[in-house]
C-alpha cells in the first residue's frame, strides 16, 4: 500500500514536472504569407507551436510583446512551412536545447529585444539558417559549441548583450559566416588565434565583416588575426586600445579598419605602410600628439593623400605652443639681479 502510494506520488510529481515544461500560456502570435497577415491565433497552453498553426498559409510567425520566459524541448517543432520566425521583446530568458527542431525551411530567427544570458549547446547547431539575430539581451555565456555546424550561416547579431570573453573556439563548422555584430558588448581582449574557425579552407573568399565597436577592447594578441588573409571591414571604434602593432596585421589585408575613439598614443612609424594599407582606414579620436600627428600626415601625404580621419587636424604646435618644464634640482634666486632674469644652477651630471 505505502509503496504503491509511493510509486503514484513519484508518478505525479514525474508528471507534474513535465507538463510544468509549457512554453505558451496566453500567447498571441501573427502568421504572415509574403508579408502579408493571415491569421492571428491564441495558445491558452500549450508546448507544441505546431499544434496550434490553423492551416498552411504562412511562411513567417511573429511573436511580439508576449511573455514567454522559457522555450522548452519541441516547442518550435516539425514546421515545415516556417521560413522566418520573429520572438523579439517577449521575455525571453531560457532556449533550452531541442526547442528548434526539424525546421527544413527556416532560415531566419530574431529573438532581438528579450533577456537571454546564455546560449547553450544544441539550441542553434544544425539548422538551415543564413540569419540570427540575438541582439538586446543579456548574455553574458556563449557555451563554446553554441553555434557549431550552422553550415548556412551568414550573419550573426550580437550587439547588445553582456559578453566579455571572446572564445576562439566559437563558429566551427560555419563556412558561409561573414557578418558578425559584437558591438556594444564587454569584451576586454581578442586572444591569440581568436577567428581559427574562420579561417578559408577553400578558394572561395569569405567577405567576412567583424564589428567589435564600443566593447573594452585593451588588448589584441599579436596572433588575433593569424589565420585571416583578408577581412572586409573590421570596426574597433571606442574601444580601450593604447597602442596597435604592426604584428597584429602583418598577415591579413583589411580593406575598412576602424580604430577611432580609441586610446592610442600613436603608432610606429614603421607599422604604418602594414596597417594602413587597406582602402579605408579610420583612426580620428585617438589622443595623438602634435609629433605623433606630423608622423601621420606626413605618411599620408606621401600616400597620395590618403584619408585617415586625421589629415585635416590643425596641430598648434606652432602657435600656443606650450613651455617645455625643466626639472631642475637646485634653483638659486640670485636677489641682487633684475626680477627678469633668474640664474639657474643645474645640478651636474656625475
Ligand atoms: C548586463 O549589463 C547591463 C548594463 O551594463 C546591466 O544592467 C545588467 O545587469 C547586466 N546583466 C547581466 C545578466 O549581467
Ligand atoms: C568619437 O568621439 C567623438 C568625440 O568624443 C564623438 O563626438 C563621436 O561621437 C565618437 N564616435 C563614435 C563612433 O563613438
Redesign the pocket.
Known amino acids: 500500500m505505502l509503496l504503491a502510494e509511493l510509486l503514484l506520488l513519484t508518478f505525479l510529481l514525474f508528471d507534474y514536472g513535465k507538463s510544468t515544461e509549457i512554453t505558451f500560456k496566453n500567447v498571441n502570435f501573427q502568421g504572415y504569407r509574403m508579408f502579408t497577415p493571415k491569421f492571428r491565433p491564441t495558445i491558452l497552453s500549450g508546448n507544441n507551436l505546431k499544434d496550434y498553426l490553423p492551416n498552411k498559409d504562412f511562411d513567417t510567425l511573429e511573436f511580439v510583446d508576449q511573455v514567454i520566459p522559457v522555450l522548452y524541448e519541441n516547442s518550435i517543432a516539425d514546421i515545415e512551412h516556417l521560413n522566418e520566425l520573429i520572438i523579439e521583446s517577449s521575455n525571453v530568458r531560457e532556449i533550452r536545447p531541442g526547442a528548434f527542431k526539424n525546421l527544413p525551411h527556416l532560415n531566419r530567427i530574431s529573438l532581438k529585444v528579450n533577456k537571454l544570458?546564455r546560449i547553450e549547446n544544441g539550441v542553434f547547431n544544425n539548422l538551415q539558417l543564413h540569419t540570427l539575430d540575438l541582439s538586446h539581451n543579456?548574455?553574458?555565456n556563449v557555451y563554446p559549441h553554441a553555434f557549431d555546424d550552422m553550415r548556412h550561416i551568414y550573419y550573426i547579431n550580437l550587439a547588445y548583450?553582456?559578453i566579455s570573453k571572446w572564445d576562439p573556439s566559437w563558429f566551427k563548422n560555419t563556412p558561409e559566416l561573414s557578418i558578425l555584430f559584437m558591438k556594444n558588448n564587454?569584451i576586454e581582449e581578442l586572444p591569440e588565434r581568436s577567428f581559427q574557425n574562420l579561417r578559408i579552407k577553400n578558394i572561395k573568399i569569405r567577405n567576412l565583416n567583424l564589428i567589435f565597436s564600443n566593447n573594452k577592447i585593451s588588448k589584441i594578441h599579436p596572433k588575433a588575426f593569424v589565420d585571416l588573409k583578408r577581412i572586409n571591414q573590421l570596426v574597433l571604434t571606442n574601444n580601450l586600445l593604447e597602442k596597435f602593432d604592426k604584428e597584429i596585421l602583418q598577415n591579413v589585408v583589411v580593406n575598412d579598419l576602424r580604430l577611432n575613439n580609441n586610446s592610442i598614443q600613436c603608432f610606429e612609424e614603421n607599422a604604418l605602410d602594414t596597417i594602413f594599407r587597406g582602402q579605408s582606414v579610420y583612426i580620428e579620436f585617438n589622443p595623438f600628439d602634435c609629433e605623433c600627428l606630423k608622423i601621420l600626415q606626413k605618411w599620408a601625404k606621401n600616400n597620395n593623400n590618403k584619408y585617415l580621419g586625421i589629415n585635416e587636424i590643425k596641430c598648434d604646435d606652432d602657435d600656443e605652443e606650450e613651455p617645455d618644464v625643466i626639472e631642475i634640482e637646485n634653483v638659486v634666486w640670485d636677489n641682487t639681479l633684475s626680477v627678469n632674469r633668474i640664474t639657474l644652477v643645474l645640478p651636474r651630471k656625475n
Open positions: 544570458e543579456q548574455i553574458t548583450n553582456n564587454l
